[in-house]
Nanobody
């Protein structure tokens, strides 16, 4: 049974940092793209960052220069380091993988349960 479990969310003031972690079990994701998505209340789900197995990354324009995705294939984990957080970063963040492109968007085969990130102004 495949499981993705996120941790590290919480409440932080604007300008602060948080580090989200995703632990995968049930299969090895080292050869697949893994990513982070988020969904704010009343908004569509947004792809935040993706890292392919070769190390290539994608970031949404809204987080470029502030967020960094990384992965440890030996531990089957994916991490999202979030710096200079803004109130508009407030959302439920989801880990997903393998991430695949579908027309003009990305999606994952498996999803974590989500972790809340709240940034106060």
């Amino acid at each position: 049974q495949v499981q993705l479990v996120e941790s590290g969310g919480g409440l932080v003031q604007a300008g602060g940092s948080l580090r989200l972690s995703c632990a995968a079990s049930g299969r090895t994701f080292s050869t697949y793209a893994m990513g982070w998505f988020r969904q704010a209340p009343g908004k569509e789900r947004e792809c935040v960052a993706i890292m392919w197995s070769g190390g290539i990354t994608y970031y949404a324009d809204s987080v470029k220069g502030r967020f960094t995705i990384s992965r440890d294939n030996a531990k089957n984990t994916v991490t999202l380091q979030m710096n200079s957080l803004k109130p508009e970063d407030t959302a439920v963040y989801y880990c997903a993988g393998p991430v695949r492109r579908s027309r003009s968007s990305y999606s994952g085969d498996y999803w974590g349960q989500g972790t809340q990130v709240t940034v106060s102004s």
